[in-house]
């Protein structure tokens, strides 16, 4: 079975378990000379148990595991899981030289549950599962509109338009004391603004209605991904005899989440017209050759599906450690005071403007990346540290480690926008290569520009009409479940600010 457990390993890696002061480690070697034997990476091994029992029993806090390790061996060290030995590094002049090297076509493995499951549904593999010129072909057909910052400006209105409907539908749901659960909002929101960008139209999102299409595309999502964590570690052959009940919810919820994401795009195409069109969907639809029908429709689906986590987390993060900043949240006020008008109504161009309001949002992402680790298949050898790495070895970088670490950021566990804030000479105080909680390269997240832009909105339009406070300032607790979310409820209250604008 070990050979299984490391071949999922490696496809967990990049989703589970992804990676001021501008000092660097000391422990750095001269890459100028000859490099030493793989063998001599300092390893980890654990005894008892076996790597591979110990990393999977640490599979919900690998995010401080990473850190743990690093802070025991140094800026790399490898560890064998299985057949299979990963190298890991958390040092900026090592990660600038894996991402130097990753390739044109990154390879990040494959979740063979994922694999198996498409397989049945006689569905194609996800993009998270393609690798090589099958993977490029599709991302460079996606590229096109989800990198292309004019089609993200223009959905600046629709983001808006969603978020203020949201904040009110928030205080609605307050309870008598008008706190109110964030985790359980965050996801509708993040759904809402998909549907008003791409679909042209609402979804339904914001209502007590408890089986409304939007409800049930959120649980069959929420769903797969408990059903991934169940069965990621099991061999889908073995899953299928003694994991039935699991299987079978694995492929039920696939199964909502298509029949549900083909409904939208059908819907669109059928009542769309020249006053409700959405130019970013219509970008990607007739700007592309698709190879066929179902290659376009499965794109958009996992365009909305893979949003909704990653989008509400990094809000949730980030509207957290606001409500534990009051200093922040008035400095933040301020510039957002001045930027914004009074009709409320946010410019295309707003984000040029507010140096700090992006600042926090990058805070945020670096204090809770959404996907903690970054991950690549070498395609060439390469040099770390002073020591070979053969081509084909999996490489570690940690992103949530990296961002912990005093070495590299100055009191790295303090909350402090400030740091993203250029200085007199124009330079940053941190070195480069530590921070891409979205990624980095070919392979970064595809839809890394709406997803910046949907959190800045929100963020911008609640702190200029509110203060928030949370119930009680208890320190988050998080986990690894695929990304990274929060453990522990985050309940606030919304305080309307002296200048409230009528949204």
């Not at 299979?84 to 590094?89: G, T």
């Not at 990094?314 to 933040?332: G, M, N, R, V, W």
């Not at 392979?443 to 929100?458: K, Q, S």
């Not at 963020?459 to 998080?478: F, G, S």
Request: with cysteine.
């Amino acid at each position: 079975m070990e050979p299984v457990l490391s071949h999922t390993l490696k496809r967990l890696l990049p989703v589970g378990w992804r990676v001021s002061r501008t000092v660097v480690s000391t422990n750095i070697v001269n890459e100028n000379t000859a490099p030493r034997p793989f063998h001599e990476i300092p390893e980890e091994r654990q005894i008892l148990f076996g790597n591979t029992i110990n990393a999977i029993w640490n599979y919900h806090r690998c995010h401080e595991y990473w850190l743990d390790l690093h802070r025991k061996h140094g800026p790399i060290f490898r560890q064998r899981i299985g057949k299979e030995h990963f190298v890991c590094v958390a040092d900026p002049q090592l990660v600038a030289e894996v991402v130097r090297n990753e390739g044109k076509c990154p390879s990040r493995g494959v979740l063979p549950l994922w694999d198996e499951a498409r397989k049945d549904m006689n569905e194609l593999q996800t993009i998270a599962n393609r690798q090589g010129e099958y993977w490029q072909c599709l991302r460079r057909k996606m590229n096109r509109t989800m990198l292309n910052s004019v089609m993200v400006n223009m959905s600046v209105p629709d983001v808006s338009k969603v978020s203020k409907d949201f904040i009110q539908y928030l205080l609605s749901k307050g309870a008598k004391d008008g706190y109110v659960h964030l985790n359980n909002e965050m996801s509708k929101w993040s759904l809402e603004t998909f549907g008003q960008v791409f679909y042209g139209r609402r979804l339904g999102s914001f209502t007590d209605d408890r089986i409304t299409e939007s409800k049930q595309f959120i649980d069959a999502v929420m769903g797969f991904f408990e059903t991934t964590e169940e069965l990621m570690f099991v061999p889908p052959k073995v899953a299928r005899i003694f994991w039935k009940k699991s299987w079978k919810r694995h492929l039920d919820t696939s199964a909502t989440i298509f029949t549900l994401g083909r409904k939208y795009v059908k819907d669109y195409m059928k009542n769309r017209t020249e006053e409700n069109k959405s130019e970013v969907l219509d970008d990607l639809i007739f700007n592309n050759e698709w190879e066929s029908e179902k290659e376009m429709t499965t794109a958009i689906i996992e365009l909305m599906g893979g949003g909704i986590d990653t989008i509400s987390n990094s809000s949730l993060f980030a509207i957290y450690l606001l409500s534990t900043h009051p200093e922040i949240q008035d400095k933040l006020y301020d510039e957002l005071k001045r930027i914004l008008p009074e009709d409320g109504k946010i410019p295309y161009t707003f984000l040029s403007e507010a140096p700090y309001l992006k600042a926090v949002c990058k805070e945020a992402q670096r204090l809770y990346p959404v996907g903690t680790s970054y991950t690549r298949q070498m395609p060439v050898d390469i040099s770390l540290n002073g020591h070979h790495i053969p081509k084909g070895t999996y490489v570690i970088v940690p992103l949530y480690a990296l961002a912990r670490m005093d070495s590299i950021y100055l009191d790295a566990e303090r909350f402090a926008p400030e740091r993203w804030i250029r200085n007199i000479s124009g330079k940053m105080e941190h070195p480069p290569f530590v921070y891409f909680p979205f990624g980095v390269g070919p392979r970064m997240c595809i839809g890394r520009r709406f997803a910046e832009l949907d959190v800045n909105i929100l963020v911008a339009l609640l702190y200029r009409n509110y203060k928030t406070e949370l119930l009680q300032e208890t320190p988050l607790q998080v986990k690894t479940r695929l990304i990274l979310r929060a453990s522990t409820a985050v309940k606030v209250r919304m305080i309307p600010r002296k200048s409230y604008q009528r949204m």
